[in-house]
């Protein structure tokens, strides 16, 4: 069974950076989508950030320009880069992966940004 392993969250500033991380426990084969969502307590969770196997990428409108997701295919691993943080982005951030075989999300790595 792969699994996803988060890291990177904690607790920063407002206008502060923090890069998540997010690799599988094995390789996976023709991972078409990783993305990254989050959850802020009572709210639903929301997409933040996908990238496609071509390298195309998308964002939510809160997150564009300040924001930035990365993908290493060679090891499985998915980045996100996060600038100039606001309050409103604390919640918990999962990673998906999407194969055609496999859709498979990471335990949540917390983001905490005070003001």
């Known amino acids: 069974q792969v699994q996803l392993e988060e890291s990177g969250g904690g607790l920063v500033q407002a206008g502060g950076s923090l890069r998540l991380s997010c690799a599988a426990s094995?390789?996976?084969?023709?991972?078409?989508?990783m993305a990254w969502y989050r959850q802020a307590p009572g709210k639903e969770r929301e997409l933040v950030a996908v990238?496609?196997?071509?390298?195309?990428?998308n964002y939510a409108g809160s997150v564009k320009g300040r924001f930035t997701i990365s993908r290493d295919n060679t090891k499985n691993t998915v980045y996100l880069q996060m600038n100039n943080l606001k309050p409103e982005d604390t919640a918990v951030y999962y990673c998906?992966?999407?194969?055609?075989?496999?859709?498979?999300w990471g335990q949540g790595t917390q983001v905490t940004v005070s003001s």
């Open positions: 998906n992966f999407e194969s055609y075989a496999l859709n498979i």
């Open positions: 094995r390789s996976i084969n023709s991972i078409r989508y």
């Open positions: 990238i496609a196997s071509s390298g195309n990428t």
